[in-house]
């Protein structure tokens, strides 16, 4: 299996060398380096991706993610709550996904956790 994700990795690194604005290949090799531990590069790509599409919650929402697993906090509730500026509304996922485990009782995302979860329905107020 780890063999099969080097290959992959390697795969779409070539691509992304040859064609360095393709984002799906960004988006891509973001979730396998992250999938595979390599938490910096996965950071990388999620900051290329944003740049590429700075009015996408789920980019912001990712890139919140790699922010936060690479001891980030400030910048990862930042960047969370550009993500929720720009619509992004599932509290559900964000109370359950374990890139976030590293804010659990960090102020700041409590915080937003509470505005979230006091506007109804996931929302935050903007």
């Avoid at 990795?9 to 390599?38: C, S, W």
């Avoid at 960090?106 to 956790?113: K, N, T």
Wanted: a negative charge.
């Amino acid at each position: 299996m780890e063999r099969d994700m080097d290959f992959e990795i390697a795969f779409y690194e070539q691509l992304d060398a040859r064609n360095p604005a393709d984002e799906r290949v960004m988006e891509l090799l973001a979730h396998l380096y992250t999938k595979v531990g390599r938490i910096q590069d996965g950071l990388a790509m999620d900051r290329r991706l944003r740049d590429c599409r700075p009015g996408d919650p789920l980019v912001h929402y990712n890139l919140a993610c790699s922010l936060s697993l690479t001891g980030h906090p400030d910048e990862a509730v930042a960047m969370l709550q550009k993500a929720l500026d720009l619509g992004y509304r599932d509290l559900s996922w964000i109370l359950q996904d374990k890139d976030l485990e590293p804010l659990k009782g960090y102020g700041p995302f409590e915080e937003l956790l509470a505005r979230m979860a006091a506007s109804g329905s996931g929302e935050a107020p903007v």
